[in-house]
């Protein structure tokens, strides 16, 4: 089995204003693998990478986080991301005043990047390329994504974390996106995913997790979660047999609550 | 026609320096969110350095730049022991922060340099003056002008040209984002706040020849330099310079040809008016909440 990049232990966090929004996760991410991460709105999936990543302030109030074996528990995001764990967050923080170049640029403030590297990148996403003087601001929601995603690439992290990157895409862009996501692990990249579209996010995925409420209520290998009755009910979509009666119930019952 | 040409020129001399104080307060608004009330005392704590540096025997050059050291630091420890603990909290209580540190260090100040005023030498002369048509500007208006808009240009240069100066704008935009790229947010707001001492330190040594130093010098240009920022947008780096250099042709103007007893009211009825004509300033944005 490869090595644990990223081992996150009986984590308890929130925020000053509420508390406990994590109640006890625990989660591991291996060299090479993609993990999703899935639960539906408010479980705390944002809260779990913001954790990770040492976005707020004085958590996780109890439990661990390692990367590779090291305390990421108070360290300061910018030196998590100069460790090798970059997070495309939710919205995408790009920012909307810089041009295209400037907001790539910014990626090779802590640790520079070469020419190549940034060829590779805009390789990828050739349409970066021509709109490299634009504002960030005006470009489309797939392409500020783009750009996002670009530039975690820029930082050459050992694993990417990624939050909601379908959010708000049209379809043909969100393959788009996670076609990328899977050549981008096909050489070598691990990512933990966080994604409403169950779907794609499972297709992609080796393993996966659920989070209901602050805990994780499952988890297993993609193929297993894509035959689990209750994420094919409540994440697929799949419609179940009629009950006897004749309709359906108004909520799905959660076998695992 | 000479007398308003004369007005304009005295204008934009003061207005070249209320740019100079805008300038700091606006570096620190649009990057932290905080009006820094001590920014005026920032300014003349560096003015006192340069002349102990003076009195002491240092050449004008190494005096002028231990002020602007020293004021630097002052701004960034401010900020890294006072301001940033408290940022997590409210704007009152920032606010109120900002004001004990302008107490602190007019008490300071008082307590080492005494509150009588003090002559500032400067190495140009109030007396030489340059003729240009019927307009006469003395050399010391002349060099502060000058002075003036040479650290506005190298603001701009470092702002718009240099990494740091990208990093900082992009703090102000969006210090998670900038944090998840690597950016150390707090060091480059820490260098914000030093960048804005220092610039107010040599709105002070520029000013301190002309109004005599004392702890409370900084009281009216102070002033003078909000109005300026208000009035180009608080968001502005342009914005504070078009503002200060109106807000001293205008002040000029209306000494001139209206009452020089009400020439201070000016400033603030441009703030009164700014926020009820067009609060987001000249060349501010609407306000839109930061993300
Ligand atoms: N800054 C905050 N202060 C207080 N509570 C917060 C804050 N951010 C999130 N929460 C709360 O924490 C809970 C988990 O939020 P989180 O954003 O982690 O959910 P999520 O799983 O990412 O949801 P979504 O799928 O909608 O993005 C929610 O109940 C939310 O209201
Ligand atoms: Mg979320």
Request: net charge positive; charged share 20%; proline share 5%.
């Given at each position: 089995m490869s090595a644990e990049l990223l081992s996150v232990r009986n984590v308890e966090a929130g925020y000053r204003r509420r508390l406990v929004v994590l109640r006890g996760v625990s989660l591991s991410v291996r060299e090479g693998q993609v993990v999703a991460l899935l639960g539906s709105n408010g479980a705390g999936k944002t809260t779990l990478l913001r954790t990770v990543m040492g976005l707020i302030p004085d958590q996780p109030e109890k439990g661990e986080v390692r990367f590779r074996g090291a305390l990421l528990n108070g360290r300061d995001p910018d030196a998590i991301t100069r460790l090798g764990v970059a997070l495309v967050p939710e919205g995408r923080g790009i920012f909307p005043e810089l041009t295209v170049a400037e907001n790539l640029q910014l990626a090779g403030y802590a640790r520079r990047y070469t020419r190549s590297d940034l060829d590779a990148?805009?390789?990828?996403?050739?349409?970066?390329?021509?709109?490299?003087?634009?504002l960030a601001g005006t470009l489309s929601g797939g392409e500020q994504q783009m750009l996002a995603v670009a530039r975690a690439l820029l930082l050459r992290p050992s694993l990417l974390l990624?939050?909601?990157?379908?959010?708000?895409?049209?379809?043909?862009v969100v393959a788009e996106i996670f076609s990328t996501l899977r050549s981008l692990n096909q050489e070598g990249m691990t990512l933990l995913l966080v994604e409403q579209n169950a779907r794609m996010a499972l297709e992609v995925a080796h393993y996966g997790y659920v989070l209901e409420a602050g805990r994780l209520v499952l988890e297993g290998p993609a193929d297993r979660l894509r035959e689990d009755p209750n994420v094919q009910e409540l994440y697929l979509g799949v419609q179940r047999e009629a009950s006897p009666k004749g309709f359906r119930r108004w909520r799905p019952k959660r076998r695992w609550a | 026609m000479t007398l308003a040409a004369q007005y304009v020129a005295n204008g934009l001399a003061s207005g070249g320096l209320y740019a100079?104080?805008?300038?700091?307060?606006?570096?620190?608004?649009?990057?932290?969110?905080?009006?820094?009330?001590?920014?005026?005392?920032?300014c003349t704590l560096g003015a006192f350095l340069a002349l102990s540096a003076l009195q002491a025997g240092w050449p004008y050059a190494a005096s002028v730049a231990a002020g602007l050291v020293g004021a630097g630091l002052a701004s960034a420890g401010f900020y890294q022991v006072l301001v940033r603990p408290v940022r997590e909290g409210t704007v009152l209580g920032l606010v109120?922060?900002?004001?004990?540190?302008?107490?602190?260090?007019?008490?300071f100040m008082a307590w080492v340099w005494g509150t009588d005023t003090k002559p500032f030498p400067s190495p140009m002369s109030d007396v030489r003056v340059y003729r240009l048509g019927g307009v006469v500007i003395s050399e010391l208006t002349a060099g502060s002008l000058a002075a003036a808009l040479v650290l506005v240009a190298l603001l701009s240069l470092l702002v718009q040209r240099t990494p740091l100066g990208l990093a900082m704008r992009a703090v102000a935009q969006n210090p998670v984002a900038a944090q998840l790229l690597g950016v150390p947010a707090r060091r480059v707001l820490a260098a914000t706040w030093a960048l804005a001492g220092m610039l107010g330190a040599s709105a002070g040594v520029l000013l301190a020849p002309v109004l005599l130093l004392d702890p409370f010098m900084m009281l009216d240009p102070f002033l003078k330099g909000f109005a300026a920022a208000v009035l180009g947008g608080m968001d502005s780096l342009p914005g504070a310079v078009v503002g200060g250099l109106t807000l001293g042709v205008a002040e000029s103007l209306f000494a001139g040809y209206v009452s020089v007893k009400f020439k201070a009211t000016l400033s603030f009825l441009v703030i009164v008016a700014v926020l009820l004509l067009k609060p987001e300033g000249l060349f501010g944005r609407p306000f839109e909440r930061r993300v």
């Open positions: 990148v805009l390789d990828r996403f050739p349409v970066l390329r021509e709109r490299g003087r634009q990624l939050d909601e990157p379908s959010l708000g895409l049209a379809p043909r | 100079l104080v805008a300038l700091g307060i606006v570096l620190l608004y649009r990057s932290s969110r905080v009006l820094n009330f001590a920014h005026g005392d920032l109120i922060t900002t004001l004990g540190f302008a107490l602190f260090l007019g008490g």
